[in-house]
């Protein structure tokens, strides 16, 4: 079956995105309450980390998603399947773990009609703190460490500010995403881990001089 990714301009089309999700906010948005499991410990933390805004990332689903046994609202997880690297320098290494979230799913139905997937990356967990992410897209051809993907076309399109770039997939059947998936994402804003301030220490007091005794 041939397949057609549509991304987030496909999406607002549709109707699959809450209202008002267009509209600009300048607003810091809360962190993001995935209602799952507690993330594994990923990567030891370096002291001072500064990660650009729109740094391509490579993510992995870490579970099964489809059209027809994805629930929207629902949280997966996924991992950093490559060390994210700006100028040959490696700002971070493969491992740290993350959420993405099911948008819009729903079952192939009668005279043809295809199966619905919407997925959206959210953020990778570093040292503690959410690591946003957006603009997730399928490798092409659906690369996976356990299997494929059928061929899928891709495109660009224009985002809301704001919101994770959405892949919207649609097929003759089922849409199927297996374990193992790699998709290509962007960090969402700048990210920056400052070295910890340590505290003053406090100067010792001066030692007590001996009290002198006066001379009869």
């Not at 496909?10 to 906010?25: E, H, I, S, V």
């Not at 740094?55 to 950093?80: D, Q």
Request: proline content about 11%; aromatic content about 4%.
């Amino acid at each position: 079956m041939h397949w057609q990714l549509f991304l987030a301009g496909a999406a607002l089309a549709c109707g699959f995105l809450p209202a008002g999700a267009a509209a600009q906010t300048t607003t810091v948005p809360a962190p993001i309450q995935a209602v799952a499991a507690p993330l594994p410990p990923g990567p030891a933390c370096e002291p001072s980390l500064t990660i650009p805004a729109l740094t391509p990332v490579t993510v992995e689903m870490l579970e099964p998603l489809g059209s027809k046994i994805s629930m929207p609202g629902a949280f997966f997880a996924l991992r950093l399947a490559a060390p994210i690297i700006v100028d040959g320098v490696e700002l971070l290494p493969a491992g740290a773990s993350g959420r993405g979230e099911v948008i819009h799913a729903k079952r192939a139905g009668g005279s043809g009609a295809g199966g619905e997937l919407v997925l959206a990356a959210r953020f990778l967990e570093v040292c503690g703190r959410q690591l946003r992410l957006r603009s997730m897209q399928v490798s092409p051809n659906g690369k996976s460490k356990t299997g494929t993907v059928d061929s899928i076309n891709m495109a660009s399109a224009a985002v809301a500010p704001g919101l994770s770039l959405i892949g919207f997939m649609i097929k003759g059947g089922e849409v199927n995403v297996p374990s193992g998936t790699l998709a290509q994402a962007k960090t969402a804003e700048l990210f920056t881990l400052a070295p910890p301030v340590q505290a003053p220490v406090p100067e010792a007091a001066p030692a007590a001089l001996p009290a002198t005794q006066s001379v009869q």
